[in-house]
């Protein structure tokens, strides 16, 4: 079977620019000009194989380019090195062939081996990488990762302007693995020459050129003229470093600022939102993203499952949505509601104190327990957690609040003895790409439940683990749906049966941009890119 | 003399390498896993490992200090886990924004205390001291980011006068340094105010004065040398509290200096930027001192004499 990646892309187009509504005096894009983005935060590493965090993940992907990407604002995949690619009737072999114009901004043209380089060297422990777990279903990537080779065997480079995939078992998700940033193509001889300073001075062949990086103050980046791709709206923009979210927000308003990276603080967010003048610099929506309470199915009293259904009942949702100013959406399953595979039929667990208490007397609690709440310290959090503990404390249950630094919650959590419950909040679960398959294997698989993991749950049910793998090995397109059911029953068979999870809530994201600043809200929070670089324009 | 000032460089030295021990213990006794945190949401506990090998976090503790030390005595600080860049670096690309605010900051305030000290001793107990004092107190007292923000609401977001934030052009370190100036210079009002009473009671004055010298004269040329001495202490003390990064008011304006990336590193406990952070601020504070010691017998003639 030869996957035809133009039919499903023109049909998945079309549903969604149905779906999407699109306001019929939406402007057109505007060729030129430069903005200011600002960030508080020092911009961590631009190397596509280590950068993962909401500030370098927009800049990395509009720097460099990979196989396959993802059309503006949407989830669907399009060519992008590659020009056509093909897919073998068992769905173990993926071909594509790489599109000749594309070159690195040092001149150089992007070839096959580029693309296994690039790969292997994500995959690689020495480069220290957040990445090299995505590649898990290709053919000796665990040998690479494991130190016992040092390429991976299951990419081949036939010609400069072939590459080849073996994969181990089917793997629905390849293309959008191939489409996370980690995969993008950098020029060895540039990468050897740099070494570990690669991430500061990076070289890829994607829309934007670095030009200029002032530690803590900025970051310059410029059109790339001769991109392979259409070009950007934007000559370049300016990434302005160390600015405080709230004065950014006054700049912005002066008009000296464009695009307010960090959001808008609490206290200036109802203001503009009631403000006629300031609203439109609002963009406000809902994304891959559940925050939840992770309960440590192996600790007592909580590997009894009426326990952790009673936490469950026990939280009220509706008043720590009221407490971030209605900034999310109530939570009822894992999945949030724009995932393929939400199940809109199940309702979750209702808010119901009469019901928890019950379900913890007949687990032989009556009297209550006490137990640990662990959250990370940075506002609203703190709060959150309060509103928790004030909810269990309803039910008899006294949790004691740990609030602390983001690295020592995720150690706390990924610590069998030491976690018991986790609220996740302000590191909530986003998805890297837009695959359910992306909210089980580690947050709720057996691989995550690890020390230094992220399945806070320790949470590892084998029967789950192979309806999981079942259901990954549907790839071929025509499975799709019948792939989204099984991963929807898998979703609401975990939270019915052994509820691991209170889901709390969907936050949405807010970034706030300026009145020159032209297109739809989703190019300014992408699903799977933060800010379309690529594609964002500015009005004058 | 020579022999003091030698015995204070080897203090210093011990000092530092004191300070190196107690961060690196700490630090790493803090419950977050660098290894972990590199590795990322996808790691297994293999790859999770293989970093904390790569890191050289595997070695026994005795074996990881020496490995810091030899190379502090390099000059190598490490590599930051977050940003991935040379943790040397980083905070070298921090000093130019560092000194500029410090010395516009001690210039500020210095000139600030002196001419409201000297107005308040001179005027002793009048209104001039009494409004002095009030607002000298008010400045001690005031939270750096109350002030920080009032400035930047009032002469940056409304009236325009001066950038919001950033670094690079003279009008940037105008609201820096007048806040971190204006909360100094409290300290210094009332330093200079009681050291010039001290001063003004001694009968080599009541004398200057009898023989008919003007009273600027007076309180510039035979008070105030006298009453400096104080205010050099604390001027080498600023120096190095200052080069240690003032972290609310670098974070409000926006400017680049050490303690911004001290605040970051502290927040993604991003060990080795805090280590080199602490190490550079501690060796500024120790030299600030040394500085101060070294100033003083230029001042006073007494001094020079022990």
Redesign the interface.
């Given at each position: 079977m030869t996957k035809r990646w133009l039919k499903a892309t023109t049909a998945a187009l079309a549903i969604a620019s149905s779906l999407a509504g699109l306001p019929a005096h939406a402007d057109t894009p505007v060729q030129g000009g430069t903005i200011v983005v600002t960030y508080k935060d020092d911009m961590a590493t631009l190397d596509p194989a280590i950068g993962y965090d909401w500030q370098n993940w927009s800049m990395i992907n509009g720097l460099f380019s990979r196989l396959v990407d993802y059309t503006f604002g949407t989830t669907d995949i399009v060519p992008s090195l590659a020009k056509s690619w093909t897919i073998s009737p068992d769905g173990l072999v993926y071909t594509f062939k790489l599109d000749p114009n594309a070159k690195f901004t040092n001149g150089r043209k992007v070839v096959a081996a580029d693309v296994k380089f690039s790969i292997e060297r994500a995959v690689n422990p020495k480069t220290q990488g957040p990445g090299g777990g995505f590649y898990h279903s290709i053919v000796g990537q665990d040998k690479l990762a494991d130190g016992s080779a040092t390429t991976i065997s299951g990419i081949e480079t036939p010609d400069d302007t072939t590459v080849k995939f073996t994969l181990s078992q089917p793997d629905a998700t390849f293309l959008n693995v191939l489409a996370l940033n980690f995969s993008s193509a950098v020029p060895k001889e540039v990468v050897e020459a740099e070494g570990a300073d690669f991430g500061k001075k990076p070289v890829g062949s994607g829309a934007f050129k670095l030009t200029e990086w002032v530690p803590g103050q900025r970051l310059v980046f410029e059109r790339n003229k001769d991109y392979f791709r259409d070009r950007p709206n934007l000559d370049g923009f300016r990434v302005e470093i160390g600015q405080e979210p709230l004065v950014a927000i006054l700049r912005l308003q002066k008009g000296e600022v464009d695009i307010a990276g960090d959001g808008i603080p609490p206290a200036k967010y109802l203001e503009m939102k009631n403000s006629a003048d300031a609203k439109d610099m609002i963009v406000d929506r809902a994304q891959f993203e559940t925050s939840y309470i992770t309960i440590n199915t192996t600790k007592k009293p909580f590997d009894d499952v009426r326990v952790r259904q009673a936490l469950n009942m026990a939280v009220n949702k509706d008043r720590i949505v009221r407490l971030i100013n209605g900034r999310a959406t109530p939570a009822s399953q894992v999945l949030p509601p724009l995932m393929p595979g939400y199940d809109k039929a199940y309702q979750g667990y209702a808010y119901d104190v009469a019901k928890a208490k019950q379900l913890l007397t007949e687990a032989g609690l009556k009297d209550g327990f006490t137990t640990t709440l662990y959250a990370m310290n940075t506002d609203p959090n703190p709060r959150i957690a309060q509103a928790i503990q004030q909810d269990l404390a309803a039910v008899g249950i006294k949790a004691e609040i740990k609030a602390l630094a983001q690295p020592e919650v995720i150690a706390a959590g990924g610590n069998k003895d030491q976690s018991e419950l986790t609220w996740s909040g302000g590191m909530g679960w986003i998805a890297d790409f837009p695959d359910p398959s992306d909210f089980y294997g580690p947050i709720l698989g057996c691989g995550g439940a690890v020390t230094g993991g992220w399945n806070w749950s320790w949470y590892c049910d084998k029967g789950f683990e192979e309806r999981g793998t079942k259901a990954d090995a549907m790839s071929k397109p025509d499975q799709k749906d019948e792939r989204l059911k099984v991963w929807a029953q898998i979703f609401t068979d975990i939270q019915t049966q052994a509820a691991p999870w209170v889901p709390v809530f969907n936050e949405r994201r807010v970034v706030a941009k300026s009145k020159r600043m032209g297109g739809p809200d989703e190019i300014y929070i992408d699903p799977t890119r933060v800010i379309d670089y690529e594609a964002i324009y500015a009005k004058q | 003399m020579a022999s003091l000032f030698a015995q204070r460089i080897v203090q210093a030295a011990l000092i530092l390498l004191g300070v190196a021990l107690v961060t690196f213990l700490l630090l790493h006794y803090?419950?977050?896993?660098?290894?972990?945190?590199?590795?990322?949401?996808?790691?297994?506990?293999?790859?999770?490992a293989?970093?904390r090998h790569?890191?050289g976090l595997d070695l026994p503790l005795p074996l990881q200090f020496w490995r810091y030390l030899s190379g502090l005595l390099r000059g190598d600080l490490g590599?930051s886990y977050?940003?991935?860049?040379e943790v040397a670096?980083?905070i070298v690309?921090?000093i130019p924004?560092t000194l500029v605010l410090m010395l516009t900051g001690i210039l500020v305030e210095v000139a600030l205390g002196l001419v409201f000290g000297i107005l308040a001793a001179v005027k002793r107990n009048g209104f001039a001291d009494r409004a002095v004092m009030t607002l000298a107190f008010v400045g001690v007292s005031s939270p750096q980011f109350v002030i920080a923000l009032l400035l930047?609401?009032v002469f940056a977001?409304e009236l325009?006068w001066f950038p919001?934030?950033?670094?690079?052009t003279p009008a940037h370190v105008v609201l820096p340094a007048l806040t971190l100036g204006l909360l100094g210079a409290g300290w210094y009002a009332r330093m200079v105010r009681s050291a010039m009473i001290d001063v003004l009671n001694q009968d080599y004055v009541r004398t200057a004065r009898a023989k008919g010298l003007s009273w600027r004269r007076v309180i510039l040329r035979h008070a105030l040398p006298n009453a400096l001495l104080p205010i050099v202490a604390m001027i080498g003390i600023d120096i190095g509290q200052f080069m240690g990064g003032v972290v609310v008011v670098?974070?409000?304006?926006?400017?680049?200096g050490i303690g911004?990336?001290a605040w970051?590193a502290?927040?993604?406990?991003d060990v080795p930027i805090i280590m080199g952070v602490t190490l550079v601020s501690s060796l500024a504070i120790v030299l600030g001192n040394l500085l101060a010691d070294a100033v003083a017998p230029v001042l006073d003639p007494r001094i020079r004499g022990r």
């Open positions: - | 803090l419950p977050a896993d660098p290894a972990a945190l590199i590795a990322g949401r996808s790691a297994n506990a293999q790859m999770i293989n970093v790569q890191l590599r977050i940003q991935r860049s670096t980083l690309a921090r924004a930047l609401y977001a325009g919001m934030s950033g670094y690079g670098e974070a409000v304006y926006g400017w680049p911004q990336l970051q502290i927040q993604q406990v």
